[in-house]
């Protein structure tokens, strides 16, 4: 069992998903810290994968990785990205991860021979779970569950919920649903029916909301307010409304701070009101809403572009740049097949190229071409991960003059593969979690635009992938130009490349990304918007 002072907060959503539980909880936390409090956060997925590490970026969206190596659900992008907090492998599980842990105890014997079920050995292993984030320290635990009450994989994990509330005391847990109030342009009106029967279901499971969230496109009014209290057994002043806002997600957190949402939630757990502090968080935003500088157009050229979530993190590290060089950002994806055979007119008019990661040969090569535009147009680049591939890549094809370079991952039969499997991977099978993952040092050449972007000689980031930089051809890629300007503390891996007779060109093996928050801009996302601004205004 946890310590005693720790609090728990459970967050579900009903009527449909996507409807912003993650900067909802995020929202949540955020304010706690602001008035003092120590918190963490936790997202519970009932789909029976092990991690989302294997999962497609068209039915997930990005893979968010942790310093300790976890691959883990986007949402948890935006727990660190809010609250500040540093997530880990207790930050998020899955339905297959609690159920292959059963399973695999059962196989040992660690049941004793009893007939395993859902309830309790499931939902025990559930509780455990949200348990663990109670360290020591920890004021407040926050928990969202995804998908929508009434899911039928999410039942176990809601009764895990209820029985919490048994277990911990109900002046220790707070229910928070979120839930969808439909505005219906053919009647013109806002309807509570949905959210009435999404409480209802929660109810007939044995959780009765303590606060009731309401996404909406339209302002509520006291008749709704009231009916919902009524209906949905939630106090009149614990019906929060969460309008969509107008800028920036950022704005959530003040616009449920302004409804006292923070304070009710301290009510409830009866725990003190701490003097509440959004000066800075607030000064941000006004950077966002109102940047003074010129607009600075970036291109993102990557595979999954109408997929928004697929490339999450990047967009808001580059929204954070913006904020920290005042920059009115634009940013404007491309898909990297539209550029294969020298179609670069999605290209005219950027300011800075962005080639994000990825897997797999598809539109490889119009990475490529947006590589070759950015280099030979002198446009500040930069490439992360697989785009850090291509820029050694297009440089091995077209300044080297190895025609057929590649990566091993694209063409094994290549004659010339200056991208090659890490050598600690040759005996992997395994898909899920196998990669080179999570937190690692990198020292910086000195003189280095890497080195003065961080400020630093060494520095740690994150990552996530199985290919490298092959060292047997670092030799006349040196001589065409590139420079290995970040290196593993033993000098066998190469982290980061530059060209220094560029405006300003970066990549790098790592994901900068995942380490960016608005107030803490990443130093590379924050330098290169910087370049890209300088190249606008010329």
């Known amino acids: 069992m946890p310590h005693n002072r720790c609090k728990f907060i459970f ?12 900067i909802t909880a995020a929202s949540i936390a955020l304010l706690l810290r602001q008035r003092d409090y120590s918190v963490t956060l936790q997202k519970l997925d009932p789909y029976l994968n092990i991690d989302p590490g294997t999962m497609s ?37 899955t339905a297959g991860r609690i159920y292959s842990t059963v399973l695999a105890r059962e196989r040992e014997g660690g049941y004793l021979g009893k007939t ?27 928990t969202e569950v995804g998908g929508t009450a009434g899911d039928i994989e999410g039942l176990p994990f809601l009764e895990a919920l209820r029985e919490l509330g048994q277990d911990l005391g109900r002046e ?18 806002l309807k509570t029916k949905p959210s009435q029967q999404s409480a209802s279901i929660l109810r007939n499971i044995g959780i009765i909301p303590d606060i009731l969230i309401c996404r909406t496109e339209k302002t509520l009014q006291e008749e709704h307010f009231r009916k919902l ?31 006292k949402l923070d304070e009710l939630i301290l009510k409830r757990l009866q725990l003190p009101f701490n003097h509440l502090d ?39 590290a580059l929204t954070h740049g913006g904020i920290s060089n005042d920059a009115k950002l634009e940013i404007k994806g491309i898909e990297s097949e539209d550029l294969e055979g020298d179609r670069t007119d999605a290209l005219e008019g950027i300011d800075g190229i962005l080639v994000p990661g990825g897997f797999g040969h598809r539109g490889i090569e119009g990475k490529l071409e947006a590589v070759r535009f950015a280099r030979e147009r002198n446009i500040p680049f930069l490439g992360i991960c697989l785009g850090m591939q ?21 063409n094994s039969a290549c004659s010339h593969p200056v991208i090659h499997l890490m050598e600690e991977q040759t005996e992997i099978t395994d898909k899920g979690g196998t990669m080179r993952l999570g937190l690692y040092p990198c020292i910086l050449l000195d003189g280095s635009v890497a080195k003065s972007a961080y400020g630093s000689q060494e520095i740690s980031e994150r990552h996530r992938h199985r290919y490298e930089f092959n060292n047997n051809y670092r030799e006349r890629l040196e001589e065409a130009g590139l420079v290995c300007s ?53």
Not at 60 to 87: I, K, N, P, Q
Not at 119 to 141: F, R, V
Not at 296 to 309: A, E, F, P, S, T
């Open 278 to 316: 959004l000066d800075e968080w607030k000064n941000m935003i006004g950077r966002v809403v109102n940047p003074s500088g010129p607009p600075v157009r970036i291109g993102v050229v990557g595979k999954y572009m109408g997929l928004r979530d697929a490339y999450k993190s990047i967009y808001e």
């Open 390 to 410: 291509c820029a050694v890549i297009e440089t091995a094809r077209h300044l080297v003059g190895l025609s057929d370079a590649n990566s091993s991952e694209f």
């Open 486 to 538: 970040g290196l593993s503390p033993g000098g066998d891996l190469v982290e980061i490349i530059e060209r220094p007779d560029h405006r300003w060109f970066v990549a790098c093996q790592f994901h900068p990304e995942f380490t960016s928050t608005p107030l803490r801009p990443n130093p590379l996302f924050k330098a290169f918007v910087g370049a890209a601004g300088e190249h606008a205004i010329e």
């Open 229 to 259: 209290s009524m209906f949905c057994s939630v106090p009149l002043d614990a019906v929060i409304e969460e309008k969509d806002v107008e800028n920036s997600i950022y704005e959530v957190p003040v616009e449920l701070a302004d409804q």
């Open 172 to 189: 220790n847990v707070l229910y928070i649903h979120l839930t969808l109030i439909p505005w219906l342009s053919a009647s013109r009106e």
């Open 57 to 93: 970026p068209y039915q997930h969206g990005e893979v968010y990785v942790t310093d300790d190596g976890t691959e883990t659900d986007l949402d948890l992008g935006h727990y660190e990205r809010f609250a500040g907090v540093s997530c880990n492998r207790n930050s998020n599980y």
């Open 11 to 22: 967050v579900t959503g009903g009527v449909v998903s996507s409807l912003g539980k993650g």
């Open 116 to 142: 395993v079920q859902v309830i309790p050995h499931i939902t025990d292993e559930i509780k455990k779970a949200i348990l663990s984030q109670a360290d020591e320290g920890i004021d407040i635990a926050i």
